[in-house]
């Protein structure tokens, strides 16, 4: 059974960076499709960013790109989402999602779902 578990998430200023990390166990992560998303109160979760087993592809969510990154790091089981230039609208619990597919992307149909961790930016 795989486990995933968000932390890193905090309260921040609008123009501040955030990393937060999601730790996999139960199966090598560089076994699974990765995904961030978010879900802001009163509104659907959507998709954020998601990075392939080996990191060789990646996607993001119009809203966030050019200001978030996904990386990974399989040697420590580890996925990040690096945020810079946060905004208020940003504001939401973000969740790390796993797959094992190669590549599912936006794709809500992952297999895994972590607890998530919220992030709030104050305009």
């Known amino acids: 059974q795989v486990q995933l578990v968000e932390s890193g998430g905090g309260l921040v200023q609008a123009g501040d960076s955030l990393r937060i990390s999601c730790a996999v166990s139960?199966?090598?992560?560089?076994?699974?499709?990765m995904g961030w998303f978010r879900q802001a109160p009163g509104k659907e979760r959507e998709f954020v960013a998601a990075?392939?087993?080996?990191?060789?592809?990646?996607q993001y969510a119009d809203s966030v790109k050019g200001r978030f990154t996904v990386s990974r790091d399989n040697a420590k089981n580890t996925v990040y989402l690096q945020m810079s230039n946060l905004e208020h609208e940003d504001t939401a619990v973000y969740y790390c999602?796993?797959?094992?597919?190669?590549?599912?992307?936006?794709?809500?149909?992952?297999?895994?779902w972590g607890q998530g961790t919220q992030v709030t930016v104050s305009s």
């Open positions: 999602a796993a797959s094992v597919a190669v590549w599912i992307g936006e794709r809500s149909s992952y297999d895994y």
């Open positions: 139960g199966r090598p992560s560089s076994r699974l499709a």
């Open positions: 990075i392939s087993q080996t990191g060789s592809m990646k």
